[in-house]
């Protein structure tokens, strides 16, 4: 059946939604018999499992929190994991609670960052196997930015400067590791031996449109604390799957639906 006449729903127009002009619905395509094998479904393969501590910006004994490789649109996007080869329905109950203490304390410790208003927390669980939750930082005073499209305008906005972004990983590693574990990210410092080479784009420094706060020391090219890309890059490359032509694309979308195929994201580690 033609799709192009079937209506556009409500929430495209919403203020929140981040696209205008003439669009139409994708057509729906056949549901399949057997669904796919999402990465790391088996342990051996799971990307998570494999990837050091050294990765993350907060370990402990059960659960770690990653970011992303670089810095996104939003002041601050991170990642829970447990360290057990679970998904979410899977916890037992030892991990179930500590999964709740641990959103809220996740939670808090990203909404005390200058600039943050809410954080939204989500389980798509769509790419990869081994249970990870989704923080996202909405800035604050962006009313266009509340709610379902959070994700969405991730992509969309102006990325943030990298030295902000650093010191907002080192303030919730730290505030993590108040309560327990081990802050592996650290703050942003001087490098006087060599110039910088981190790829730090003036022009999304300029705009500054997401967060009035300058960055107070220049970037070095330390340390990376983590790379979610490696989560959803899930299969090895011996199993057959459709890579992603553009490696810059938010591994948010690929578990959000925003993306045609949940695809894991080819990525390197760093
Ligand atoms: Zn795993």
Same mark, same amino acid.
């Given at each position: 059946?033609?799709?192009?006449?079937?209506?556009l729903p409500d929430f495209t127009r919403w203020p929140s939604f981040p696209f205008e002009g003439d669009m139409r619905v994708r057509p729906l395509?056949?549901?399949?018999? &057997?669904?796919?094998?999402? =990465?790391?479904?088996?342990? !051996?393969?799971? &990307?998570?499992?494999?990837?050091p501590d050294d990765s993350y910006i907060w370990i402990s004994e059960r659960?770690?929190?990653?970011?992303?490789?670089?810095?996104? @649109?939003?002041?601050?996007v991170l990642i829970l994991e447990c360290r057990s080869h679970l998904d979410l329905g899977d916890l037992p109950n030892l991990l179930a609670a500590e999964l709740g203490v641990?959103?809220?304390?996740?939670?808090?410790? $990203?909404?005390?960052?200058?600039?943050?208003?809410? &954080?939204? &927390?989500?389980?798509?669980?769509? @790419? =990869?196997?081994?249970?990870?939750m989704?923080?996202?930082?909405?800035?604050? @005073?962006?009313?266009?930015?509340?709610?379902?499209?959070?994700?969405?305008?991730?992509? /969309?906005?102006?990325? $943030?400067?990298?030295?902000?972004?650093r010191e907002n990983l080192a303030l919730v590693a730290a505030w993590l590791a108040g309560f327990g574990g081990e802050a592996i990210a650290e703050p942003p410092h001087i490098q006087w031996e060599s110039p910088s080479t981190i790829a730090y784009s003036p022009t999304a420094n !300029?705009?500054?449109? /997401?967060?009035?706060?300058?960055?107070?020391?220049p970037?070095?090219?330390?340390?990376?604390?983590?790379?979610?890309?490696? $989560?959803?890059?899930?299969?090895?490359? =011996?199993?057959?799957?459709?890579?992603?032509?553009d490696p810059t694309t938010?591994?948010?979308a690929a578990e959000s639906g925003a993306r045609e195929e949940p695809t894991p994201q080819p990525q390197a580690t760093t």
């Open positions: 059946m033609p799709d192009n006449t079937v209506p395509a056949a549901p399949v018999e &057997v669904e796919p094998p999402r =990465s790391g479904e088996d342990a !051996a393969d799971c &990307v998570a499992c494999g990837t659960w770690r929190v990653r970011a992303m490789d670089r810095p996104t @649109g939003l002041p601050m641990m959103t809220v304390r996740l939670e808090r410790a $990203i909404r005390s960052l200058d600039g943050v208003a809410r &954080v939204h &927390v989500n389980r798509w669980g769509d @790419g =990869s196997a081994h249970l990870h989704w923080f996202l930082a909405r800035p604050y @005073g962006r009313l266009q930015l509340r709610g379902t499209f959070l994700s969405l305008w991730d992509d /969309i906005l102006p990325v $943030i400067p990298e030295p902000q972004w !300029a705009n500054g449109t /997401i967060d009035e706060t300058s960055p107070e020391t970037d070095s090219e330390d340390r990376r604390p983590a790379t979610l890309g490696d $989560i959803e890059a899930a299969k090895p490359p =011996s199993q057959t799957s459709t890579p992603d032509p938010s591994p948010i």
